[in-house]
Nanobody, 128 residues
Framework: QVQLVESGGGSVQAGGSLRLSCAAS????????MGWFRQAPGKEREGVAV????????FYADSVKGRFTISQDPAKNTLYLQMNSLKPEDTAMYYC?????????????????????WGQGTQVTVSS
């Protein structure tokens, strides 16, 4: 059974940093894509950062480009999201997701429906 378990969320002041981790198990890590999504109250879930597990290419939403970095450690089956220069608008529940769908390579990259597996989420709160 596939499990994705996030950790590392918390409360920080604007300008601060957090590092999220996602431990994957029961999943062939090298399959296609993994990503971080976030959802704020009353808003749709949005893709934040995506990495191709084979090759390591990375992609970012415009809202986080230059501030967030997605990375992976395949040996540990772990995905990371380093978040710097955090803003109050980054406040949301952050989810780790994995996709075995080839559409994650193209139009489905930041589409939540492309992703088969999800973690339970970790809360990030940024105060001004």
């Amino acid at each position: 059974q596939v499990q994705l378990v996030e950790s590392g969320g918390g409360s920080v002041q604007a300008g601060g940093s957090l590092r999220l981790s996602c431990a994957a198990s029961g999943y062939t890590y090298s399959r296609y894509c993994m990503g971080w999504f976030r959802q704020a109250p009353g808003k749709e879930r949005e893709g934040v950062a995506v990495i191709y597990t084979s090759g390591g290419s990375t992609f970012y939403a415009d809202s986080v480009k230059g501030r967030f970095t997605i990375s992976q450690d395949p040996a540990k089956n772990t995905l990371y999201l380093q978040m710097n220069s955090l803003k109050p608008e980054d406040t949301a529940m952050y989810y780790c997701a994995a996709s075995g769908n080839v559409y994650c390579y193209t139009t489905g990259r930041f589409n939540a429906y492309t992703y088969n597996y999800w973690g339970q989420g970790t809360q990030v709160t940024v105060s001004s």
